[in-house]
């Protein structure tokens, strides 16, 4: 159990563990050396381990354990930080937090301590998010991914961004204050070069993002179909389980079927559909219309089909969001005798394959584990949160408006203020421009310090 608690200004979160083992109280403030001594009956040596007796205000004894002491600004917040390990008990990690407060600490807010550490520069805002991350990843791959946000790898990325940006804002900006120079600099080709060339390295960390979140949140695939296409019959053979009721019955997935499968490392929530069809039946009704909303929200639409029905089959997909990507499933390979393949047609990826024998399942798989954005040592990839996207697209679409104002106006000023935007935008993602309600919904939703 860990339990931080800020001296003087500052204070503490505990967070639930259970009993046994070793329960651990954090101190972050300039009050915290002070209580140390206090517990200690003397300074503590800075980053050494002093065994230590813990007793009450009378002198009674609470539990005996370390104390340990980071000195500012080498912290982890970046204040003075004491560490009080103790026994795994709740209720002696109860008294213990008693007798800190006693001594003039606050219990933290949520995400208190991470909030100090980017408030003090020790992070930015993405390495905060990065630690939540961290602790909330459901597989090996959004957990690795999390640890490259966390040791700055997007924040870099960000960073070259912007700076990329400013150059071009100073650019524009002395252009426009020194009009009476015979040179055209809002003409030259290098400045429109430089412009596309950012465009470009913006669009690749748009890329990156959207993987980053679906590491970080799992890949989230809604299996659609006709009844009988063999849509339950898929599921069961990715979750390697029965898990779905499969018949020849059309129309027997009433509702919505969740199985929740990790792929090389990756987590992935499947869900079986009802099959869309015209019905009066109120119950397969109800079913086709959570399937359609669940189907609006998904990563990635996986249509099964055939051969034979795949023309009447396709408008299942029509009025999805531009972020919802599709896989054609071509099924039942094996009662038309033909052998597993994928195509790419149309821009839409093609698999034929038999859910039923398992034919073809590794391309299905290995499309799965694509459009998760795994690679095969996912290097490079890290974590990253909607708010990240959202932000990178408004700042793409400020860009695209610059790079217009050039080419087409010549409005230094049009674009002067567009990229204004684009690095208002990036500044967003590692805190150098966040509101405080934003900081307060990211902070509160740590489930630590």
């Known amino acids: 159990m860990t339990m931080n608690v800020h001296a003087e200004t500052i204070a503490a979160i505990a967070t639930a563990a259970g009993a046994g083992g070793v329960g651990i109280i954090r101190l972050s403030g300039s009050a915290a050396p002070a209580m140390a001594r206090t517990l200690l009956g003397r300074s503590p040596r800075p980053r050494h381990a002093h065994y230590c007796t813990f007793t009450e205000k009378d002198g009674s004894v609470l539990d005996r354990g370390l104390i340990i002491h980071f000195p500012a600004p080498h912290s982890f917040t970046g204040e003075d930080v004491v ?4 026994h795994g008990s709740p209720v002696i990690l109860r008294c213990l937090l008693a007798r800190v407060i006693e001594l003039g600490a606050r219990q933290a807010r949520p995400g208190e301590f991470s909030e100090r550490a980017f408030l003090n520069g020790k992070i930015d805002l993405v390495q905060a998010e990065a630690i939540a991350d961290l602790i909330a990843s459901g597989s090996q791959a959004a957990a690795r991914a999390a640890v490259r946000s966390l040791d700055g790898e997007f924040s870099a990325r960000v960073r070259a961004l912007a700076e990329a940006v400013v150059r071009l804002r100073v650019w524009i900006e002395a252009a426009i204050d020194f009009p009476e120079e015979e040179i055209d600099f809002l003409a030259t080709p290098q400045l429109l070069e430089d412009l596309v060339a950012t465009c470009d390295r913006l669009d690749d960390l748009l890329a990156a993002s959207r993987r980053g979140v679906r590491l970080a949140d799992g890949l989230h695939v809604v299996i659609v179909g006709r009844p009988n296409a063999g849509k339950s019959s898929l599921l069961n053979a990715l979750a390697a389980s029965d898990r779905a009721i499969v018949t020849d019955l059309p129309g027997t997935t009433r509702d919505l079927l969740r199985e929740t499968i990790d792929l090389d490392g990756i987590g992935m929530t499947l869900v079986d559909t009802a099959g869309l069809r015209d019905s009066l039946d109120v119950v397969e009704i109800e079913g086709m219309r959570r399937a359609r ?3 609006a929200r998904a990563d990635l639409a996986v249509l099964v089909s055939t051969d034979a029905q795949l023309e009447r089959d396709l408008p299942l997909l029509a009025d999805l969001p531009a972020t919802t990507t599709r896989l054609i499933v071509h099924n039942k390979i094996d009662l038309a005798g033909s052998a597993p393949r994928q195509a790419e047609i149309d821009g839409l990826a093609h698999i034929w394959l038999s859910a039923r024998s398992g034919a073809g399942l590794d391309l299905l798989m290995a499309a799965l584990r694509k459009a998760a954005g795994y690679t095969e040592d996912n290097q490079g990839a890290f974590s990253a949160r909607t708010r990240h996207v959202d932000a990178i697209e408004r700042a793409r679409q400020h860009l ?12 230094g000023e049009l674009a002067a203020e567009e ?8 500044g967003e993602i590692t805190g150098t421009f966040s509101s405080e309600d934003l900081l307060g919904r990211i902070f509160a939703d740590f489930c630590i310090g």
Do not use: T
């Not at 560490?83 to 103790?86: F, G, K, M, W, Y």
């Not at 695209?400 to 409005?411: D, K, M, S, V, Y």
């Not at 990229?419 to 990036?426: D, E, G, I, K, S």
């Open 83 to 86: 560490e009080l390990q103790a």
């Open 400 to 411: 695209h408006a610059a790079l217009r104002a050039l080419r087409e106006q010549r409005a």
């Open 293 to 295: 909303d669940e189907l």
């Open 419 to 426: 990229l204004r935007q684009v690095q208002h935008a990036l």
